[in-house]
């Protein structure tokens, strides 16, 4: 009895200083989740000011000029409606090189489009092929099992036949060896 009951004691306390650990790892989770976030907040605060009409102007020249670097004017207009595009193809090498693998990858997509139908229509035909040649066989099939029936119905009638031949044979047999005929009897005397 003080056995088990030490042995309780034993798991209680276990149990008890495992719950306290849990708990204060959730608790610095906690805190660490929700101090990372405040300080992210407070830094931006910190950071931004508040923004002025040559700030604003200054940024949106900076967004237009990062968008549009290839435009020589440093207009404050869209990059999709510049007032002149240049030659990327021209003034970029690498694009030039991207717009030709972007060609050759729509070429071979069409490729693999035309050996798919191809393809498919090679399989559509080969089964049509194959539906002919199976309807064919099992008309083929059909022809024999009937023929076979019929052997088979004049195989029975043969044997019928046959037992029929044995038993008149053995009648006749009996008959002859009544009249005292023998089977080692030479030809003249039977």
Same mark, same amino acid.
Request: hydrophobic residues 35%; positive net charge.
């Given at each position: 009895m003080a056995q088990v009951r030490c042995l309780e004691n034993r798991c209680s306390r276990r149990r008890r200083f495992l719950r306290c650990v849990s708990m204060a790892l959730m608790l610095c989770l906690t805190a660490f989740i929700v101090g990372s976030t405040l300080v992210a907040v407070f830094e931006w605060r910190r950071s931004s000011s508040p923004l002025t009409t040559s700030s604003v102007s200054?940024?949106?020249?900076?967004?237009?000029?990062?968008?549009?670097?290839s435009c020589s004017c440093r207009c404050h207009v869209k990059p999709h409606r510049?007032? @002149? /595009?240049?030659?990327?193809?021209?003034? !970029?090498?690498? /694009?030039?090189?991207?717009?030709?693998?972007?060609?050759?990858?729509?070429?071979?997509?069409?490729?693999l489009k035309t050996v798919a139908r191809d393809s498919l229509? @090679?399989?559509?035909?080969?089964?049509?092929?194959?539906?002919?040649?199976? +309807?064919?066989? !099992?008309?083929?099939?059909?022809?024999?099992?009937?023929? &076979?029936?019929?052997?088979?119905?004049? +195989?029975? &009638?043969?044997e019928a036949e046959i037992v029929k031949?044995? /038993?008149?044979?053995?009648?006749?047999?009996?008959?002859?060896?009544? &009249? /005292?005929w023998r089977d080692n009897m030479p030809p003249e005397r039977r």
């Open positions: 200054s940024i949106s020249a900076a967004a237009d000029a990062s968008s549009c670097l510049c007032p @002149h /595009r240049p030659d990327y193809v021209k003034t !970029q090498p690498n /694009r030039k090189d991207l717009l030709d693998r972007i060609a050759l990858l729509k070429e071979e997509i069409e490729l229509k @090679h399989t559509d035909a080969v089964i049509v092929a194959l539906k002919r040649n199976s +309807r064919r066989f !099992q008309s083929e099939a059909s022809k024999c099992r009937a023929w &076979m029936e019929t052997c088979e119905k004049g +195989r029975e &009638m043969a031949e044995r /038993r008149l044979t053995k009648l006749w047999e009996n008959r002859a060896r009544e &009249m /005292r």
